[in-house]
């Protein structure tokens, strides 16, 4: 069991829910990507699950929605499950970098040899290119298979996104011929984006991202089913990324503040694992959880603004810092 | 008891110096501070101690050495000790940056209403003008007693190195007179510097180190003598600091890893807090640990070559990431 | 007449030749550009034509080369035509930038609202992408037909030029989606790019590049047909782009030391306009000249290695400097 | 002669300023150097001087004010006479940048073996540190002595702008540090700052200006007294250098629009050469001329506004571009 009592658990995270509902004020939906765009703002919701498997969902939890960046992630997992850790960590680095996720300027002034992680644009086109599979279908399906796996049903592509987003990726264009460019790229542009684009309209729920979350908190194990899905080496590197580089350009104080690797999408989603904790004084420990956080007003960094605020108070109080 | 035999924890530490001192070839002595530049770059000591007091140390661990960077996440502790961190935290951000800890690209091109974080150069004078104290010799004297509280006798600065840094610190004078410009350092930029550069001189060994490690992996208790230094939240925050900023530019990597929260200096030291860790499948916990690690001969990024390498190894033997 | 007897200016570029071919060392063919790369690269010529159209060529003039950049100078005075300079000036800014001609950084740092001149990448594709038709190939030949006028022949596009820079032109794909993210392109990425590498694939002589040096250095009068065709206006501002902007990032210095307005391109051509010029102390005139180079082994800036070192001591010899 | 009858030439001018005053709106007076802000920004006046020695002056031309950037065309020149050209290039470019005059960012960059030109602040505190002299003190009097030589009678320090600079140049203390850092300064940072804020406060008129444009103009050559004070290779540099960075961030469009070469300052003041001119194709030719303008209020380039819109209408209605 997480923290306490189940049915204490419910009520406060519904008391969390409309605490925080007011912060989607500080943000607004990505108006970038219009089928984003279009989304009610005030939404808000939460769900949380513990090793035993039970599900506490509070909010705005009905909805579906799209993966976006928090795909990076996943693909970043799922390519180190097939390929082994190394063979992906030759390929891209994992250092955080100040710049915006889709800035060319590091890389013009750099030159670096790889891009600088997975969870910026450039990091993610070159990683999900790399997929495995003949063709971007296959590439594409490997992904989503993976997905299904961890999520235990089918996992489907919001078609209305994946054309907007497809129509207004000028910028990620942009960053993926300047990859091509700089022989990241193995395959053609057009189908690495497609890949890319494909990936980030995947549809979850907070549930999924729930459990996911706790899969990662668990070191590649699903302490529901038993069933080991990706190793510890690999569940830690990401974990390592979710921290340093997974909330865009607040992770830093999102790991000060909250503490919990996470990572987390334009479309409001966020995915976050909470590892068991000892604390270091009384040697107490609780279990761990995953968490999935759906919230589309985004703030000026791409996280969900409501979402953010949220998570903060429920560390704070049930000390979930992995610090 | 930390991880095993106490005699079996001397052999093996013994054995890991051995085998990591040739990677002292990777690197040099930092050059641009010549009082630095003339150490014995194959040198390579480790010290650790555990919760309950014991010290482990191997290779060369009777030399003392200066601080340089290591410093700043001291100088970050004992401010936020005074003034609490909500101050602090409104005068420094704590995001990681893809730039040189000595640049000025990032404030040219983003104009940001405070240093990125207290790690970079810039964030760290900033942060050192900010010590409790009406001169710059009581401000120094501040940070000097706390460190002196810390670890239990009393330091001394390293005349020759701050000489010799005083001298060389043209691009950190050029730093300082930049964040002047940008209403950043309150007190003259003469004053910031030398408090700064002596600070950077004070003089520690590994055993020194260690402890202070073990401090803020207890998050600022003493498990020795049962003081508490400063708060949790203050050791989290600077863990966070430590984890996506502490080892220059290749933070990233050493938290893929190693996983340890670590500071590292150019004088080749590096201060590593090892937290007390609960396995996330077996339930199995260890006892928290710190470690100082001394290696003259420095990377590319500012890292002793061959404790980094070191640590590596001891992280994956002992499982001593927090990831 | 230019500045003596005839042979006397064909025995002299004859030796220039001679004295200068040796500096092709210096260079090396635009590797980058398959179809470029395996020239040549000992070639060298120049072709002089003056007021009364008299041409004086030496070396190695029979060939054909591509335009490549030289295009700038010319899609902006045939867009400047058709529209006005105000309407051009409005969507193009004028001002030189140290930053590489293909470079996205300048973009990202200052968010301008137009392309800093239209000699760099950026603004080049932005312009091309705005001359008259209704799609891409009438836009093509609006400016092939404005060039013939000019040169008084047809001219042909160089198709293998062509398809080896559609293949490798990942890096101005990068650029113009960029553009087109900033809404700086009206029309489609792809056919801009069409539009802009087929402009760069046209070939021409170096008698070519003389006549319409000869032209812009007599304000867009041609002095030996007597034909206008485009005004002075137009053509002090071509020089104003061609002095300030027109030697890649080496401008300022072939200004400083050779001082007449001109236009390189990666095939090793230059197009240099040269004015009619009153000595400021002896009063004494001399009339105005265009002239062509080519030669194909270009420096680390982009420009004829051998082909600038021979403008240098022609300008010297002759005082052709506008300064 | 200049262009027409010296009553018309004396109305027109006054006609003009009355024309542009209302432009200083568009701009204010340089409020980070105090002593230069609190002048009155609705001042505007220009002084032009033929080769006959008649001066023509409008406007407020009585009043004195300081260099500031227009220094960096005359210490380039003295420095120059002094030394030779090739010793000066050796150890400043000649290039135009796109970045800010006093921007880091070039250098951290691009890390050039050179300041880009001596019209940034870079380039400018390098070659004022290269005056001839042992002392800080005897290289301000060797420039001080060469433009008393050039303007036919003593000049003054503002001292109460000097002050004033001293005081506030935190971002000139950062670059001469970063200069000093990359080897670029041979003597002190403060030394060097010294001779660098003494030039920029020297007073000078319009007159002034105005002849000392004259010369520029007439290649080194006084047309009134007939004294050659520098060689016409220095004067065709210093002209390339007025026409590609002389007015800051909008030196293109200046060219364009303008075509004079012309350097400006933050104090309000504009200096302009006005060469001898030959009509490309009339073959008319009139003399030329020097210009001294004043305007305080500048724009966010750092020029003045309304001294730059009269030089516009002035070179538009006389066609004094040497484009």
Known sequence: MLVQSTSRIQEQLEAWVEDNKGHAVLGTTAQYIPALGKEDPSQLGICMVDDDGNYYCAGDTDKEFTLQSISKALTFIALSCHYGLEFVLERVDVEPTGEAFNSIIPFEIHRPNKPFN????????????????????????????????????????????????????????????????????????????????????????????????????????????????????????AKVLMVTCGMYNSSGNFAAHVGIPAKSGVSGGIMAAVPPK???????????AGIGVYGPAIDVQGNSAAGTMMLRQISKEWDLSIF
């Open 278 to 288: 000892l604390h270091s004084q009384t040697y107490e420990f609780r279990a761990g």
């Open 118 to 237: 997975p969870f910026i644009n450039a990091g993610a086109i070159t990683i999900s290119a790399l997929l495995p599979g003949q063709t971007g279908q296959k590439k594409y399906e490997f992904l989503l298979h993976f997905l299904e796996e961890l999520v235990g049903h089918p996992l489907e592509l919001d078609k209305e996104v994946y054309d907007s987003e497809w129509q207004s990726s000028h910028r990620n264009r942009a960053l993926a011929y300047y990859l091509k460019e700089a022989k990241f790229l193995e395959i053609e542009v057009e189908e690495a984006l497609d890949i890319y684009i494909r990936q980030c309209a995947i549809k979850v729920s907070t549930r999924d991202l729930a459990l996911i979350g706790l899969i990662i908190a668990y070191d590649g194990f699903n302490p529901i089913t038993k069933v080991k899905h990706f190793s510890e080496e690999i569940a830690q590197v």
